[in-house]
């Protein structure tokens, strides 16, 4: 008379195939979560930078062709865009941000009989880096005249 129940094999055949189950799904889980990371960084750098832009728009004068690097927080500190309660918390969370501003002078070419114009726009590129090789970057143009 055989008693009925598993054998050893069949144990170890589904302790296998539970651990291969698992290992699946936090590895997909894992992959979500970065995911998810990424992409609230992403909204984060784009929220940032036109808001930078925008302060630029409202002093209303162009900036300086050139590059200029700097730390996310030191760039949002002088555009105002934290109020004093909120600027030390928020300078911890932004620890690693960096920012590249690149201004390049656009002149446009003659049309007919006009004359070219001389550095007419500026193409604005602001560039925000989070670590990790990931950042956003913002294109804006902005009259000169």
Known sequence: MRERGFTLLEI????AFL????STIIAIQTRY???YSREENLAQA???AQYAMTMMEVVGEPPE???IDGDLATLLKETNFFDESELSAKEGELDGWKYRRNVTAISLPSLGETPPEEDVLRRI???IDW???DGFTLVYYMRTK
Not at 19 to 22: F, H
């Open 12 to 15: 170890a055949i589904a302790i």
């Open 19 to 22: 651990g291969l189950s698992l």
């Open 33 to 35: 979560l970065r995911q």
């Open 46 to 48: 784009a929220l940032y």
């Open 65 to 67: 062709t050139g590059s």
């Open 125 to 127: 590129d602001l560039q």
């Open 131 to 133: 670590g990790g090789g």
